[in-house]
């Protein structure tokens, strides 16, 4: 039955709870965002909330779906596109800074695993690990792409991880600074080019 018929029509939708309780949840956390607060957010009342998701721990593991459907498919392509490994680094910082900006919310929710309270599920828990493992992936495979490292996967792997930790430390730092905390690309490029020498990658000798 709709949720319109047991609580009247003007109810809040599914979509209007959950973009109520990720605002709240990357602001107060799991442990201070609770029903009664996401209700008063919402405009819905806690009957439909738990008609919905069933629990506390439901509403937050769809949060966290929706959060990395959302950032994961805004994701540029594996393949970014340049004649040389700087311009294709380029295009592939550019994107990734993109997805950064634009996704505030997701990125608190999804990459700050030391902020999980100790209530928080192992549903909500595995949800984080498939996010990242995806997230993980992709810059994996946009690295391979960007530097020519089919035949040296150990090493497309240690750039993914080593840019994933700097999005992960900006992030956090957002958490506490705000949105003013953007990715540092500048830099971020610098380290990527840095540790692509200290292999000995194939570079073009006028990057920079």
Same mark, same amino acid.
Do not use: C
């Given at each position: 039955?709709?949720?319109?018929? #047991?609580?009247?029509?003007?109810?809040?939708?599914?979509? +209007?709870?959950?973009? +109520?309780?990720?605002?709240?949840? !990357?602001?107060?956390?799991?442990?201070?965002?609770?029903?009664?607060?996401?209700?008063?957010?919402? *405009?819905?009342? !806690?009957?439909? #909330?738990?008609?919905?998701?069933? /629990?506390?721990?439901?509403?937050?593991?769809?949060? =966290? @779906? %929706?959060? %990395?459907? @959302? =950032?994961?498919? /805004?994701?540029?392509?594996? %393949?970014?596109?340049?004649?040389?490994?700087? $311009?294709?680094?380029?295009?592939?910082?550019?994107?990734? /800074?993109?997805?950064?900006?634009?996704?505030?919310? $997701?990125? &608190?929710?999804?990459?700050?695993?030391?902020?999980? $309270?100790?209530?928080? *599920?192992?549903?909500?828990? !595995?949800?984080?690990?498939?996010? &990242?493992?995806?997230?993980?992936?992709?810059?994996?495979? /946009?690295?391979?792409?960007?530097?020519?490292?089919?035949? &040296?996967?150990? #090493? !497309?792997?240690?750039?993914? @991880?080593?840019?994933?930790?700097?999005? *992960?430390?900006?992030? #956090?730092?957002?958490?506490?600074?705000?949105?003013?905390?953007?990715?540092?690309? @500048?830099?971020?490029?610098?380290?990527?080019?840095?540790?692509?020498?200290?292999? +000995?990658?194939?570079?073009?000798?006028?990057?920079?």
């Amino acid at each position: 039955m709709p949720d319109s018929a #047991i609580h009247g029509a003007q109810v809040p939708s599914h979509d +209007a709870i959950l973009d +109520a309780a990720t605002a709240l949840i !990357a602001r107060l956390g799991y442990a201070g965002a609770s029903i009664s607060k996401i209700s008063a957010a919402s *405009g819905s009342p !806690a009957s439909s #909330i738990y008609w919905h998701f069933g /629990s506390k721990d439901g509403i937050y593991l769809a949060v =966290l @779906r %929706r959060a %990395r459907q @959302r =950032l994961v498919g /805004s994701l540029p392509g594996t %393949r970014p596109a340049g004649d040389t490994a700087g $311009d294709r680094l380029t295009a592939f910082l550019d994107g990734a /800074s993109a997805a950064f900006e634009n996704h505030p919310h $997701d990125l &608190r929710l999804l990459l700050s695993l030391g902020m999980l $309270d100790e209530g928080v *599920g192992a549903a909500a828990i !595995a949800e984080l690990r498939e996010y &990242r493992l995806a997230l993980r992936q992709w810059a994996t495979d /946009s690295l391979d792409h960007v530097f020519g490292l089919t035949d &040296r996967p150990a #090493i !497309a792997d240690e750039l993914a @991880r080593f840019m994933l930790s700097v999005v *992960g430390g900006s992030a #956090i730092a957002r958490w506490f600074d705000g949105p003013v905390t953007p990715l540092p690309v @500048r830099q971020l490029r610098v380290a990527l080019l840095a540790l692509a020498r200290h292999h +000995a990658l194939p570079l073009d000798e006028s990057i920079s």
